[in-house]
């Protein structure tokens, strides 16, 4: 089943299951040593997930939950080796999307489980372009899932790329992830300088990942304005709409804002493939807001 949430579209399947999980790394093409993480109805149920919570943890969760969050903590015993990639900690997660919602709940009335999980990693191959919208998953999983697959639509996911991931087992917390939580929001929320380095492996952190078929080509303004679109190959641009489209480029997009650009990143990388695009040159924002998770999303396609 894909279900929707505020960030992106996620491929689920109950969190205590490991044959239902499995299908999910098998579908994915995902290694088994990546974890995934849980989303649950609410705050409260991390307690069940975890063994230890930091209080820093707790004014986070406090403070952006429902929202596009992950706060990484020691596992208890519910959380099994398929759902940790056998580490020691469990990522958590509580969405603000209502139809996430709406099936966490009806998975708690079901099982009489107020701490039940879905296991929901974004609803793409491994390493390829993360989905916005449902026919991004049915897209990318067309002959994949079978028929009978479950895609509820949500309509376009609001922020456009993945939450923060914040590892919470240290005595201070450690971005492992950009998002739309950004490093001054948790200094803000728990008066502790975030480090931005850790050990603990987390969704999203290879060096190439996000990746469309086309090739990413990280430029600037002036290394955009001498590129050249010719038969063979077939260029396009996604950068801010203040910078101007070179002659014969195609334009991706036009965002305005850095939110802006988080939004349709995706689909302006999906919409490189669908137009047969040999190249995208991208010109980076600055990292305000949002900017920091675009730039991370934007180098890691770009990665070689």
Not at 192 to 201: A, I
Not at 250 to 267: C, G, I, K, M, Q
Not at 271 to 289: I, K, Y
Request: with cysteine.
């Amino acid at each position: 089943m894909a279900v929707p949430t505020e960030t992106v579209y996620g491929l689920a399947a109950r969190a205590d299951d490991a044959h239902a999980v499995a299908r999910i790394y098998a579908a994915k093409g995902r290694p088994a040593d990546h974890p995934l993480i849980v989303h649950v109805a609410d705050a409260s149920a991390i307690d069940a997930w975890a063994s230890a919570i930091p209080e820093y943890a707790r004014r986070l969760a406090t403070a952006f939950w429902p929202g596009p969050m992950t706060l990484v903590v020691p596992r208890s015993d519910r959380a099994g080796d398929f759902i940790t990639g056998g580490q020691d900690s469990v990522a958590i997660r509580v969405s603000s999307h209502p139809l996430m919602g709406d099936t966490l709940r009806a998975l708690v009335s079901l099982t009489n489980d107020p701490a039940i999980g879905l296991a929901a990693p974004s609803a793409n191959r491994f390493g390829r372009v993360s989905p916005t919208s449902a026919q991004h998953v049915l897209d990318e999983f067309t002959g994949i899932l079978g028929d009978e697959a479950l895609v509820l639509d949500g309509g376009e996911s609001a922020v456009g790329v993945e939450s923060t991931i914040i590892d919470c087992t240290d005595v201070i917390p450690r971005l492992l992830r950009a998002g739309a939580i950004t490093v001054d929001d948790i200094e803000r929320v728990t008066g502790l300088t975030p480090g931005l380095t850790s050990t603990v492996r987390a969704s999203g952190g290879l060096d190439s990942h996000y990746s469309p078929a086309a090739e990413v080509v990280i430029t600037d303004a002036s290394g955009l304005n001498a590129a050249h679109s010719t038969d063979e190959a077939r260029v396009g641009v996604l950068a801010l709409s203040s910078i101007p489209t070179p002659v014969g480029i195609v334009r991706l997009s036009a965002p305005t804002t850095n939110e802006d650009f988080a939004h349709v990143l995706y689909a302006a990388l999906r919409e490189a493939d669908a137009l047969q695009l040999t190249t995208v040159l991208a010109v980076l924002p600055d990292e305000s807001g949002l900017g920091a998770a675009v730039i991370d999303r934007l180098r890691r396609a770009a990665h070689s």
